[in-house]
Each structure stands twice: as C-alpha cells, then as structure tokens.
C-alpha cells in the first residue's frame, strides 16, 4: 500500500489578516512620511516592488490611495488587480476603469500614469513574469471568480499630463477606497504574509 501523500493545496491567510496587513502597512507610510513603506523591484532577487498608486474615486471623486506591489517593463510599471486573491475586483482598478488617469509615488519620486488592462500575448508575457515573482501564483488566481487584470501602467501622455485628473495626493484626503473592498499589499515585508503582489 503507498503511503505517498498528495501535496498540499497553498492556503491563504484569513481575510480578516490580509485586511489588518494592509492597514499597517499604510500606518507605516503615513507615519514615517513615504520613508518606509515602498521599495524597487529587484530582478536579480525575482522580487516585486512597491508604489504608491492614487485614483479618482468613481462615486466621489476623491482621491484614493493605495500600495500595490508593481515590476517594471520598460517604461511601463505592471501590477495586479488580484484584491488579496478575494472574489470582488479591487475598489482602485474599478476607479481607474472609470478613469484611467493616476498618479504614482515611488521610492525615486512621483509619475503620471495611464491604466489599462493587458491582454493576449501582452498578458500572458507579463503573466508569465508574475509567476516568476509569485508563488502559487496560478493556484490562488483560480479561486477567484473572474479572471485577473494585468494592470499596465503607461506614463501618462505630455499633452494631458498637466489636466490629467489622477492629481498628486498628499494634502487630500484619502479615507477608504471606493467600493466593497480596500486595496493594499497583500504580501511581503511590508504587508504581512499574504501571497501576492497587489490588491
């Protein structure tokens, strides 16, 4: 009688600490002013990065931020709309399908960006580079309902970069994301152990 044993499907944290992970990770950022919180991707290491991303919110149009893990193609930063691997689509990615236009701050300063979604061999390219910086990252995609956006950050062009209303965010207020669900880091050293990148 074999007495191999299956391999054990990966768990997800309890949603309850993925949420927690998030906050702190933001306390953090406020509190030490961007000093902690955000970090370069490190292509060696097959480590994401972090951002800080800001939208317009699509019921009020206040400005909403939140931290994403991101790699850079390019001139492009691409993250994932993946919510902590929770069923709803992040409340970020459903502000910017309704306004692309963000800002981003990063480690090394601020950018203007425009989203959309990659798709065909675009989308599996970068997926596939997801799955080189993300563990299980197939296994905990296929428990949500629909399928992931890539999420492909452009710099915004010059000639809407100045009217463009994904202004800067510091100073304005942020309060929570639009939507049923927060965003955040849902996992590294900045967002506890949740795996992934972004939310």
């Given at each position: 009688?074999?007495?191999?044993?299956?391999?054990?499907?990966?768990?997800?944290?309890?949603?309850?600490?993925?949420?927690?992970a998030w906050c702190v990770h933001r306390g953090l950022y406020r509190v030490f002013?961007?000093?902690i919180g955000l970090w370069r991707p490190d292509d060696e290491a097959d480590k994401w990065g972090t951002l800080r991303l800001t939208t317009t919110g699509r019921r009020t149009g206040r400005q909403r931020s939140v931290i994403v893990g991101y790699f850079e193609d390019g001139p492009n930063l691409v993250t994932l709309a993946m919510n902590g691997w929770g069923a709803a689509e992040p409340a970020w990615w459903l502000n910017l399908l309704a306004d692309p236009d963000a800002t981003l701050e990063l480690v090394d300063?601020?950018?203007?960006?425009r989203a959309r979604a990659a798709t065909g061999d675009e989308r599996e390219r970068l997926w596939s580079r997801w799955r080189e910086v993300t563990?299980?990252?197939?296994?905990?995609?296929a428990r949500r309902p629909s399928e992931t956006a890539v999420v492909v950050l452009e710099p915004r062009p010059a000639d809407t970069a100045d009217g463009g209303s994904g202004g800067g965010s510091e100073g304005r207020p942020e309060g929570r994301s639009?939507?049923?669900?927060?965003?955040?880091?849902?996992?590294?050293?900045?967002?506890?152990?949740?795996?992934?990148?972004?939310?």
């Open positions: 009688m074999s007495s191999e044993k299956k391999p054990k499907s990966p768990r997800l944290p309890p949603r309850w600490f993925i949420r927690t002013r961007g000093r300063g601020t950018r203007l960006v563990e299980h990252l197939d296994t905990f995609a639009e939507g049923r669900s927060e965003g955040g880091l849902d996992g590294g050293s900045g967002g506890g152990s949740a795996p992934g990148p972004a939310a």
